[in-house]
């Protein structure tokens, strides 16, 4: 279980709080006063002074949110998808960072204590922090004489066995947990993946935004920042500043001086596996775009990282193959459903499990598409079509088509590529809506294959275009958030906190 944690040598003290703005201004004051402990006990040691004593160690640990269930009155009705109890009783999580998931924690909170009068309780859990996760620039350790092994003798270290999916993917037992779950991730699994995020795109976790692109080509990008660029320089923009992978920030003011080119010049990119862009906006609802590169392993790893940070929306915006003879380069697919051939979600979700399309994502992606490209009706179900799309973890899978032709023709497959029935399927398992407008890009069954001078001008034309439809989805999705988060992700057993 995610919940076995390395014990510390006394039980903690827990204070009740009589809000959800005191009960996460506790929690803010409890991790970082255990994180600054921890950092300064490690710099100390590094540099030549004494190991921390046990009651220094004791410090070392994450806060720990209770809340409380007495089921006094009839449950509240509401048609929220979070922030909702399922019994009562009592529900717990260790937290990482409660200062920066501050909104998050307090659009969760307040409902419960509203509508259903939970008690507040905060105090330093059992579970210690990993010294290498206040260790922010990374190389802290570089100027000192000790080893690895040194640090492992007095500090808590990170250990995989402690680190699980078990809640989200419903293998917990409230039978054996003293507890319920609050969440579906638990500080150590959060912490573990921001670590994991900065390692992958290229920067701060910090600046992840939460409306998220996929893409799985490069051309993207280069779009992506210029149009950045122009909405920082331009006047009235909600924007503020974008982020590139390397720490490269550009801010309003620097708009203008800065093209496209030299940013993704000066920016290290290419020295990770799935650099990440992200455009904060004043309300804090700016939008991500991350290079996932191609592949469902790929595609999973990053899905399983971002989720922890509880983005409102992904979607995956690239190119696929054409099925059909009917399509064109250049034309859409909107995925209504998806041929999962990626196979590295099998043990967890499946093939068999049916991945749902999700109706708002789905009418905002067909809007934003209109809006886009001026077309409506017949002129628009000409270059956008909604159907199954097929994801292969072979890329020559064109050399199987004897054997995978029948599967084909059966599911009525319009597309195929090697991310999109991941990133769903991944959505779906970990809460997160989703959804997917791919272009097509070539039709392998027809002839129609991406010679250099072809797809130079196919990519000229359709990429922007592509582009532009998934961030007008993105901000038709921005006013329906509640909705967005809808039941239909939810388990049976799910944590109140969405």
Wanted: a negative charge; glycine letters at 8%.
């Amino acid at each position: 279980m995610a919940e076995a944690r390395t014990a510390a040598t006394h039980a903690p003290q827990i204070e009740a709080c009589a809000s959800a703005e005191e009960a996460v201004a506790r929690l803010g004051a409890l991790y970082d006063g255990a994180a600054d402990a921890l950092r300064e006990a490690v710099a100390r040691f590094v540099h030549g002074g004494a190991p921390p004593t046990p009651e220094e160690r004791a410090r070392f640990r994450y806060p720990l949110l209770r809340v409380i269930h007495a089921g006094d009155g009839a449950p509240p009705r509401t048609e929220r998808a979070y922030a909702k109890l399922q019994a009562t009783g009592l529900y717990e999580t260790t937290l990482t960072h409660p200062a920066q998931f501050r909104t998050y924690l307090l659009e969760q909170l307040r409902p419960l204590v509203s509508e259903y009068g939970v008690r507040l309780e905060v105090g330093l859990s059992e579970h210690e922090i990993p010294y290498p996760y206040v260790l922010e620039r990374g190389d802290e350790l570089s100027h000192g004489v000790v080893t690895a092994s040194d640090l492992a003798q007095h500090f808590p270290t990170p250990a995989l066995a402690e680190v699980g999916d078990e809640i989200a993917d419903g293998l917990w037992d409230i039978d054996e947990a003293p507890a319920r779950p609050l969440a579906l991730f638990d500080a150590v699994r959060v912490d573990y993946s921001l670590r994991r995020l900065v390692h992958y795109t290229g920067s701060d976790w910090r600046a992840v935004q939460p409306w998220i692109l996929l893409t799985n080509y490069h051309r993207y990008v280069d779009q992506f920042v210029q149009w950045s660029l122009g909405e920082l320089a331009r006047e009235g923009s909600p924007y503020t500043r974008l982020s590139l992978p390397g720490g490269i920030v550009v801010e309003r003011a620097d708009a203008a001086s800065e093209s496209a080119e030299s940013l993704m010049t000066r920016s290290p990119w290419h020295r990770y596996q799935m650099p990440a862009y992200h455009l904060a906006r004043e309300d804090g609802h700016g939008v991500t775009l991350v290079n996932i590169g191609v592949g469902p392993s790929n595609a999973k790893t990053i899905c399983d990282h971002l989720a922890v940070l509880r983005p409102h929306c992904w979607l995956m915006v690239g190119h696929c193959g054409g099925l059909r003879q009917s399509q064109t380069i250049g034309d859409y697919v909107l995925a209504h459903a998806y041929l999962r051939q990626d196979h590295i979600l099998d043990a967890l979700v499946p093939p068999e499990v049916p991945i749902p399309a999700l109706a708002e994502v789905q009418i905002a992606l067909q809007e934003a598409a209109a809006q886009v490209t001026g077309e409506a009706g017949e002129l628009l179900k000409r270059r956008l079509r909604t159907g199954t799309v097929v994801t292969n973890d072979d890329r020559n899978w064109e050399l199987r088509w004897t054997q995978e032709r029948r599967r084909f023709n059966l599911s009525r497959a319009i597309a195929i590529d090697m991310e999109s029935g991941t990133i769903a399927a991944q959505g779906y398992r970990l809460r997160v809506p989703y959804g997917t407008l791919l272009c097509v890009s070539d039709k392998p069954l027809h002839g129609e294959i991406k010679l250099p001078g072809a797809a130079s001008a196919f990519y000229q034309r359709a990429v922007g275009e592509h582009l532009m439809i998934g961030l007008s989805a993105l901000d038709i999705l921005r006013g329906q958030k509640t909705s967005l988060h809808s039941r239909k992700l939810r388990s049976f057993d799910e944590p109140p906190f969405r």
